[in-house]
């Protein structure tokens, strides 16, 4: 299904020095519908590996350079589990395999939504606990924490008792002046989300990106457990390259009645290590980048568990050692979006907003709203050019619910530019500059004009110009 399109500008290009000079005009298209259907279970993308008897492999970021999580799928029995095993070494090297091991693989079921054909995973009935062909059960999902690795250094591992290799490269260590991400939210499995994975793919392959920034809405699955476990098959080339950080979306705890069950089975990180109460919530160190992840639908408030970590964990943050403060959650707090407007995301900009600003925090990345929308500095619904936070909206990755039209009619002057495209971004962090590229795909959907949508260049405030009161 195709989508018209009325193209007013392309590209913009924004060199930002605690704010920066804006380019006219901002807005580029008007509606546009996009999208594609997911594929279907039985392409070829999303099957088990052939001569393989572990799958869905994929690496999560520890809490620094030094740490890993290796997670897979596999078939595994209640009756006799089986410990989980890594056996890795550094690349090329000599060196003889060294053995992690975690617990033994977890087994969840989940009932299925019977809004799916039998085909793609559906029981076609009441979904409800009578229905035995509405029950999915997983297999048993491993992990095992891989820790005194050395940073910015190619590892190759295996995992369980299979002997296919993967090589994984470290992300940089403290002492590392510079560390890039790939961004990306609202992915899903159709062929708009291959292309995105694929340049993704390119990127990590060639070195070129350290780690990807996923900011929820993961698999799509809504329901349908297969889904699941197509989605990690999909992504096991770019996921097994460099390490992801996610946060979860609406579509890992609403949609589908999944309740964060899967995505907390699949998809640990190191929420203990640095002192959070849920792996809703956690946060990771690289190169000059402090990153907060945080849970657009658990409670935000003054006095809650994730307020409460949020506001120890910034006070712990030594911009010295770490320049960037960087934000990944699911829901805008700043969007001029009419199909998911800001009053969605109005409790967690009142609740969190203020502990970011008196932090500092220079940049917040969001998905949740299928488009590209990136604001200038803000604070408190106004522009703030040296206390505010630069939004941006990234939830263009590929899924099959189409762009989240339309654009409110006044495009706020905090808005710096949006767009609906599918794509991805990149974001490129030295001790004083980060640059921000927004990255259109090559595809049916996306304007003419280049494949490079965005940039914008920000320099690192010093530290007395990030205290909230600055005038703005």
Request: proline share 7%; charged share 15%; hydrophobic share 35%.
């Amino acid at each position: 299904m195709k989508g018209s399109v009325s193209l007013i500008v392309v590209g913009l290009t924004v060199s930002v020095h605690g704010f920066g000079v804006l380019a006219s005009p901002r807005t580029v298209v008007s509606a546009r519908v996009g999208g594609a259907p997911d594929l279907p279970l039985a392409h070829p993308r999303l099957q088990p590996p052939p001569g393989r008897t572990t799958e869905q492999v994929h690496v999560t970021a520890g809490v620094d350079g030094t740490s890993l999580h290796i997670t897979w799928s596999a078939n595994g029995s209640a009756h006799a589990p089986v410990t989980a095993k890594v056996m890795y070494t550094v690349a090329g090297s000599s060196y003889s395999w060294t053995v992690a091991e975690g617990p033994p693989g977890a087994v969840y079921s989940t009932l299925l939504d019977p809004r799916y054909p039998k085909e793609e995973g559906g029981c076609e009935g009441s979904a409800n606990y009578t229905n035995e062909d509405c029950f999915y059960t997983s297999l048993a999902v491993y992990t095992v924490l891989l820790t005194g690795l050395h940073p910015s250094t190619r590892y190759t591992f295996r995992t369980g008792a299979d002997e296919a290799n993967f090589t994984v490269r470290t992300l940089p260590g403290a002492s590392s002046p510079r560390v890039r991400f790939g961004v990306v939210g609202d992915l899903g499995q159709t062929t708009n989300s291959t292309a995105t994975i694929d340049a993704m793919h390119k990127l990590a392959a060639s070195g070129s990106i350290d780690g990807v920034l996923h900011a929820g809405d993961l698999s799509y699955a809504d329901g349908n457990g297969y889904r699941w476990d197509s989605y990690g098959r999909l992504m096991e080339p770019l996921a097994t390259l460099v390490p992801f950080a996610h946060v979860g979306g609406n579509h890992e705890v609403s949609n589908g009645g999944e309740n964060w069950v899967a995505y907390l089975a699949r998809y640990p990180n190191s929420y203990r290590e640095v002192g959070s109460s849920s792996g809703l919530w956690w946060s990771f160190k690289t190169g000059p980048a402090h990153v907060l992840m945080l849970c657009s639908y658990a409670d935000t408030s003054p006095g809650s568990a994730q307020y409460a970590w949020l506001a120890r964990e910034l006070a712990s943050v030594d911009r010295q050692a770490t320049p960037w403060l960087i934000v990944v959650v699911h829901t805008p707090m700043y969007t001029s979006n009419s199909h998911h407007p800001m009053a969605e995301g109005a409790k967690l900009r009142t609740h969190l907003e203020p502990l970011l600003l008196a932090a500092g925090a220079d940049l917040l990345l969001n998905g949740h709203v299928h488009a590209y929308e990136r604001t200038l500095r803000v604070a408190d619904l106004r522009i703030a050019p040296h206390s505010g936070i630069a939004h941006i909206t990234i939830g263009d990755g590929g899924n099959r619910e189409h762009f989240a039209t339309p654009w409110t009619d006044a495009q706020p002057e905090w808005s710096a530019l949006r767009e609906f495209a599918y794509g991805y971004g990149v974001l490129d962090l030295n001790r004083t500059h980060a640059t921000w590229t927004w990255m259109r795909n090559n595809d049916p959907w996306n304007p003419p004009g280049g494949l490079v949508g965005d940039t914008a260049t920000y320099t690192s405030r010093p530290l007395a110009d990030r205290s909230a009161s600055a005038a703005p």
